[in-house]
T-cell receptor, first 110, second 114 residues
Framework: GQNIDQPTEMTATEGAIVQINCTYQ??????LFWYQQHAGEAPTFLSY????GLEEKGRFSSFLSRSKGYSYLLLKELQMKDSASYLC???????????FGAGTRLAVHP | GAGVSQTPSNKVTEKGKYVELRCDPI?????LYWYRQSLGQGPEFLIY????????DSGLPNDRFFAVRPEGSVSTLKIQRTERGDSAVYLC????????????FGEGSRLTVL
């Protein structure tokens, strides 16, 4: 089976940096994804890692260690609009079926 | 269309009734996925279509749930004899065959079974 764990809730201050961790157990690992979901809206793609290391995209970076089954999403220069749920998802197998974690609700306060 | 379109956006029904939820994917996307999301949870995989065929329906919870995609574009998720536990947001997503694996999600259909 597959298991994805991430913290339920986090809080952070505007302008700060926050790291959201995700651990996973899966067979046939074929990529790890982070999605952002604002309340009442559709999830939107943030990042994708298939090889070990750090992928940077503007204020957001994502890291993957396949040997440890571990990823994190790093958000810099936090803004109020970053308050949302952040979903870690794993792809296994040969197509784009993603298995999602429960999500981490991030609250950014002034 | 520009994005994934789902209708209805909200559906309230009574226990035991039949419901259909429609998804119109992004033009040219051959892969289509249905997910179900309950409050405070991540999306739960239901079924995946590649073209017209259901390539993976392992997430459908039971035989009350069925989905079709007869022409390889629009898909309909059908739920028979609805139960209160079926209440959730049903999300549809589409993607290109491969690429980075980016799924483009619709806004969802919120189903409430009374």
């Amino acid at each position: 089976g597959q298991n994805i764990d991430q913290p339920t809730e986090m809080t952070a201050t505007e302008g700060a940096i926050v790291q959201i961790n995700c651990t996973y157990q899966t067979s046939g690992f074929n990529g790890l994804f982070w999605y952002q979901q604002h309340a009442g809206e559709a999830p939107t793609f943030l990042s994708y890692n298939v090889l070990d290391g750090l992928e940077e995209k503007g204020r957001f970076s994502s890291f993957l260690s396949r040997s440890k089954g571990y990823s994190y999403l790093l958000l810099k220069e936090l803004q109020m609009k970053d308050s949302a749920s952040y979903l870690c998802a794993v792809r296994s197998g040969g197509y784009n079926k993603l298995i999602f974690g429960a999500g981490t609700r991030l609250a950014v306060h002034p | 269309g520009a994005g994934v379109s789902q209708t209805p956006s909200n559906k309230v029904t009574e226990k035991g009734k039949y419901v259909e939820l429609r998804c119109d994917p992004i033009s040219g996307h051959t892969a289509l996925y249905w997910y179900r999301q309950s409050l405070g949870q991540g999306p739960e995989f239901l079924i995946y279509f590649q073209g017209t065929g259901a390539a993976d329906d392992s997430g459908l919870p039971n035989d009350r749930f069925f989905a079709v995609r007869p022409e390889g574009s629009v898909s309909t998720l059908k739920i028979q004899r609805t139960e209160r536990g079926d209440s959730a947001v049903y999300l549809c997503a589409s993607s290109r065959d491969r690429g980075t694996g980016e799924l483009f999600f619709g806004e969802g259909s919120r189903l409430t079974v009374l």
